[in-house]
């Protein structure tokens, strides 16, 4: 079977090898490409024509000569503006000005040369296509107008990915058409600059992701059928450009405020809660040497002040003199929560308590970059990013609030040589970032009680380490019609933490409570700092052909090694045998090493008229397994020291460990191999998650300035991460199925996730003031798990039947509408050119900019807390939404579901028949505004007062759906999407 699979494997690289002999580019990651022909009158070929390539900004000129076939092409060059020239001897000079040149951009000219003298010149403006004509690619852009001018709450340039078709925010990952969001990758100026050493994100934490709004050129989205130079990745990539200096010294100053006086009051509050968030910075940038060296540098800071709306389920006052009396060692536990403000039932158990606490923000972020032509040939780029967010959150609990404090440093160097028959980048990248999260009950060292009974106060010390560096070069080799790439990857990820969580009792009943008899104890006694680490190495080639004029045919082979992850001390502690019931494995091999990680791909664009394109393909695209999704979990301080153990009803009380006991009272009953094997398994067939990707699209430019496109896109994610709860307690007996092993996570690849998506999108570039977006899409994607990802998901409620968690993954929305515009009005053509000055400064500059987004709901899981993982249910019959929610608050009908019976130790009798995600919370829509005047006092210098208003309308957007059925709040709505924030900016620009 295995020599099968190798057959396999060498026959596919023998067809993308041998298709090399018989050319769209490649995308580039952070540089574009321009390529095409050069023709005479008559369409045949003119050999041997200079054509140069100038950067009007920097200066900078690119040189090539046409080959005998005409063909030319001019690889890796910057984003910018660019007017191109194109000489021979008997025909007039060709000039075509005002090239936009965005990363991976892929401009294919048919360039014809008139006959005449020399001297004589012909000169166009350029047109740049709307639509790609040379892949079957998605690819999305934010340029400079978009990011600068559209709306963007707190400057957070990442808020503006969801105007991409398919492509979801989810804090500071991005999942792209339904596919893992962990699996996303994240580079800027082309390297990767993931915020974490254990997984892929965009910034380890605050609204600055990473790169200051400031310091960025542009923003480039990957995904769909993207060419093999984009990887190691399953979903896509998205990758930020930051500006450099040009022959100009240019700059700016800003000021960014929000206050409470003029922002509205939060729905669920009976007053404004004061709020004062300040933002500022600048940036400046010029040459060093003019035409060949530049500088760019940028200080960003915030500074936030606000009331938190903190809200959630308390026991009641009777319910704690109850408990107290019976049993006075949870007094510092119960201390530790509010008593509820909002009227409940006599005798209940909990109530609801909603206030505002004050929370702060601050951060402060320093990016600089260097640009140096050291020849014609050759460009040399550096960069360096600091940045130090800091972030208090208050919670219910008043004593268990949580902070952030933050380090992250991140550099780039760039490398890029250009030669008559090939050209090469080089890339060098560097990110290192520390966190420290602390919740107040863990300083305190008071035990946490979650679960069942309707209210949960626990907490943890988190203190993570990540230092990632990767290393990357890529080789262009135009040829004739081929334009071939090729290159090689190296990226190394090491990654430590040190973590103690409170322990966490559970109690099956309040008589159990009263008791002090836990059903189920959760102690996580932590680790000493370990350095986890593992690397990638990667290859790929790529051959675009153009086969006709009209006809692209991209053939794409990457092939990623991904090793199996090490700790530097060997503190790896994995098992082997079903389900992890079996011995321990060697810690530097804890699963089989994948040695066929092969991911070919296959596309082409076909245009039937010049301004209407056919585009379609299907490719394999894989993507590492994380430290997050399962290794650190094997950790462990000494293979009888286990990191994590959950007792059973029954072994809490043979061991006798009651409440309050904390970490250091039960480590010494369980080191030393005296207590029950615990610890996460991994099984040892963990193959690395891929997506399998195909996409048919038609696009036209109905004008110079208009497009539309339709898309159909799906994939399927092929063994992303499961996780199963192993050995839970039986409900009859009380006992674990296998005695001398507690409950453990056992992490495998069984999720797969399947996507099918149409996507409308409708472009109007900026033209005679005016630019415009619309995307309308249709989604269905099924997942096994509530997360659909390949770091840690949230457990199937039955190990042993996953089929029956098959439903809605979370990104199934299906249906959304969205628009984005920017309007410059035109006031000024109110008065005439000779009119007063005052009067033309007055109505010129005007501008309004706007984000509307309307969709379906997303999939809800209604859950029953037990002392088995996510149990759901019974749903016995009748509409599960309640009438009027709006009016009531109340969403759900608690009456349509049963709870299940519980037996011993806290666990139910049998598994719920309501499937995951079963239910949909209401659709939604938000509008977000912004007015802007532009003050030109000179052609230099220009100031920007801006207003912009989030959820403009203050529409009442509810969620927060309290989905435990043991909670009194079940159903309810408990908060909504925002009240109308506004923000006030000014931006000086010279």
């Known amino acids: 079977m295995l020599r099968r699979a190798y057959s396999f494997w060498l026959f596919v690289l023998a067809f993308f090898l041998s298709a090399l002999a018989v050319p769209r580019t490649s995308a580039q990651v952070n540089t574009a490409t321009v390529f095409g022909t050069v023709t005479d009158p008559s369409g045949a070929a003119i050999p041997k024509a200079t054509l140069k390539l100038v950067n009007t900004a920097t200066g900078v000129m690119w040189q090539v000569t046409s080959d005998a076939s005409g063909e030319f092409a001019f690889t890796f060059i910057p984003p910018g503006t660019y007017d191109l020239s194109v000489s021979a001897p008997g025909f007039k000079e060709y000039r075509q000005t005002g090239i936009e040149l965005t990363a991976g951009r892929e401009l294919r000219l048919r360039l014809t040369l008139q006959l005449g003298e020399v001297t004589e010149t012909v000169t166009v403006a350029a047109e740049v296509p709307l639509i790609n004509t040379v892949s ?86 990957s995904s769909g059928i993207a060419p093999a130079e984009t990887g190691p990745t399953m979903t896509g990539n998205v990758n930020v450009i930051t500006k450099s200096g040009t022959n100009e010294f240019h700059g700016s100053l ?58 959630g389920n308390v026991p009641t006052r009777e319910f704690r003199e109850m408990v107290l009396a019976a049993n006075p060692v949870y007094k510092a536990f119960f201390d530790t929560l509010p008593l509820p403000n909002m009227p409940y039932s006599p005798g209940a158990i909990t109530g609801y308590y909603q206030s505002a606490s004050s929370r702060r923000e601050d951060s402060d972020h320093v990016s600089v970059r260097t640009d140096w032509h050291l020849r014609e040939a050759d460009r040399l780029t550096v960069r360096y990013t600091r940045q130090t967010p800091f972030e208090f959150t208050p919670r219910v609990s008043p004593s268990n609030p949580r902070t952030y404090d933050v380090r992250e440093h991140k550099g780039t160097l760039s490398f890029i040589h250009s030669a008559a028959s090939w050209s090469s980048e080089t890339r060098y990248g560097y990110s290192r970032f520390e966190r420290d999260r602390l919740d107040g009950i863990y300083a305190l060292g008071i035990p946490g009680i979650a679960g069942n009974l309707g209210f949960s106060n626990t907490g943890e010390l988190m203190q993570n380490l990540g230092v990632n560096w990767n290393a990357e070069e890529v080789v262009a080799v135009p040829r004739g019609r081929h334009l071939i790439k090729f290159g090689v990857l190296f990226h190394k990820y090491n990654s430590s933490r040190n973590n103690e969580e409170v322990p966490a009792y559970r109690y099956a009943s309040v008589a159990d409570l009263l008791a002090n008899r836990p059903a189920q104890i959760v102690f996580s006694f932590g680790v000493r700092p370990y350095t986890l680490y593992s690397w990638i190495n990667g290859y790929f080639i790529q051959d675009d052909i153009r086969l006709t004029p009209n006809f692209t045919l991209n053939l794409g082979l990457r092939y990623d090694y991904f090793s199996v992850p090490k700790e530097k001390s060997g503190r790896l502690f994995n098992r082997t045998g079903p389900f992890g019931i079996g011995p321990y494995v060697d810690p530097d091999e804890i699963w089989e090493p994948n040695y066929l990680n092969f991911s070919p791909r296959l596309g082409f664009a076909w245009s039937l008229r010049p301004r209407f394109v056919i585009r379609a393909g299907f490719g394999k695209f894989t993507s590492a397994h994380n430290h997050f999704g399962g290794p650190v979990e094997l950790v462990q301080n000494a293979l009888d020291e286990p990191n994590r153990v959950t007792f059973s009803q029954a072994e809490a009380q043979a061991l006798g460990i009651r409440y309050p006991a904390m970490n250091k009272d039960v480590l010494p009953l369980v080191k030393g191999g005296q207590g029950p094997i615990a610890g996460t398994v991994i099984s040892r067939n963990f193959p690395e998650p891929y997506s399998l990707q195909w996409t048919l699209s038609a696009a036209i430019q109905l004008t110079e300035n208009m497009s539309y496109e339709t898309s159909y896109v799906g994939n399927h994610a092929v063994h992303a991460n499961l996780v199963r709860k192993i050995n839970q307690v039986d409900p009859i007996t009380g006992e674990r199925p296998y005695p001398g092993y507690s409950e453990f996570n056992y992490y495998d690849g069984s999720e797969s996730v399947h996507y099918n998506g149409w996507y409308h999108t409708f472009r109007r570039r900026f033209s005679n003031g005016l630019q415009l977006n619309v995307v309308y899409t249709w989604v269905n994607t099924i997942s096994y798990t509530n997360a659909a990802n390949i770091g840690y998901p949230n457990p199937v409620q039955n190990p042993n039947d996953i089929r029956s968690d098959r439903g809605p993954s979370p990104f199934d929305i299906r249906q959304s509408f969205q628009t984005n515009f920017i309007y410059e009005l035109p006031l000024h053509r109110l008065v005439a050119q000779t009119g007063r000055r005052s009067v033309r400064l007055l109505l010129r500059g005007w501008q309004i900019s706007g984000i509307f987004k309307a969709q379906t709901g997303s999939p809800i899981n209604v859950t029953q807390s037990t002392t088995h993982a996510l149990t759901r249910p019974d749903y016995i019959g009748g509409n599960p939404y309640a009438p009027d929610p709006e009016l009531t608050l109340q969403y759900l009908n608690r009456s349509v579901f049963a709870k299940l019976p519980i037996g011993k130790a806290g666990a139910p009798l049998h598994y719920g028949n309501l499937g995951r995600n079963a239910l949909r919370a209401p659709g939604w829509w938000n ?40 909670s009194a709040s079940f159903g309810r709505f408990t908060s909504t999407r925002g009240a109308r924030v506004v923000q006030f900016n000014a931006r000086l620009t010279f």
């Open 136 to 221: 079957a690619e998605h690819e999305y852009t934010l340029g400079l107008q978009s990011i600068m001018e559209l709306p963007t709450p707190n400057r957070d340039w990442s808020t503006l990915l969801s105007l991409a078709p398919g492509i979801t925010p989810t804090g500071s990952s991005v999942s792209m058409h339904g596919l893992p969001q962990d699996g996303f990758r994240f580079t800027i100026d082309g390297t990767a600059s993931s915020g974490s050493g254990e997984y892929e994100s965009m910034t380890t934490h605050g609204y600055i992701k990473s790169v200051s709004l400031e310091a960025i050129q542009e923003v480039s989205i």
């Open 254 to 311: 800003f000021l960014n405020n929000a206050v409470d006086d003029v922002s509205a009051r939060n729905q669920f509050q009976t007053s404004k809660t004061p709020m004062v968030f300040n933002q500022f910075g600048g940036s400046m940038g010029g040459p060093i040497v003019r035409n060949k060296a530049f500088f760019f540098g940028t200080y960003e800071g915030y500074r936030k002040r606000s009331f938190a709306n903190v809200a």
């Open 927 to 966: 509008l977000d505004l912004g007015l802007a005047k532009n003050l030109y006092f000179t052609e230099r210098y220009r100031l920007q007062i801006r207003c912009e208003m989030f959820n403009a309308l203050n529409h009442t957007n509810f969620s927060g759906i309290s989905t435990d059925l043991n």
